[in-house]
């Protein structure tokens, strides 16, 4: 059974940084795509960035220039590194990822159990 295990949360004051790391565990043939969603409180869980086998990205509007998305599949691991931190990006950050697996079918949607992120002075 593939999971993603998420860390690098923590409290930071606007304008600092950090850096999320998500791994995949299990028996994995390949990642197709792993990405990052969070959620605020009182908010709906909204895409934060993603990036798929070859390589592209994708982005929020609101964290372009910020946020930078990034992989390791020799190690499956997915990385955010959050920089110029705002009070909005406050909130549960939850990794995602489609996998195949080295027997079965391929997981579609996986979910981590999520990081809380808090912006704060």
């Known amino acids: 059974q593939i999971q993603l295990v998420e860390s690098g949360g923590g409290l930071v004051q606007p304008g600092g940084s950090l850096r999320l790391s998500c791994v995949a565990s299990?028996?994995?043939?390949?990642?197709?795509?792993m990405g990052w969603y969070r959620q605020a409180p009182g908010k709906k869980r909204e895409l934060v960035a993603t990036i798929a086998k070859g390589g592209s990205t994708k982005y929020a509007d609101s964290v372009k220039g910020r946020f930078t998305i990034s992989i390791d599949n020799a190690k499956s691991t997915v990385y955010l590194q959050m920089n110029s931190l705002k009070f909005d990006d406050r909130g549960v950050y939850y990794c995602n990822a489609d996998i195949v697996p080295i027997h079965g079918r391929p997981e579609y949607d996986l979910w981590g159990q999520g990081t809380q992120v808090t912006v704060s002075s």
């Open positions: 299990g028996s994995i043939f390949s990642i197709d795509a």
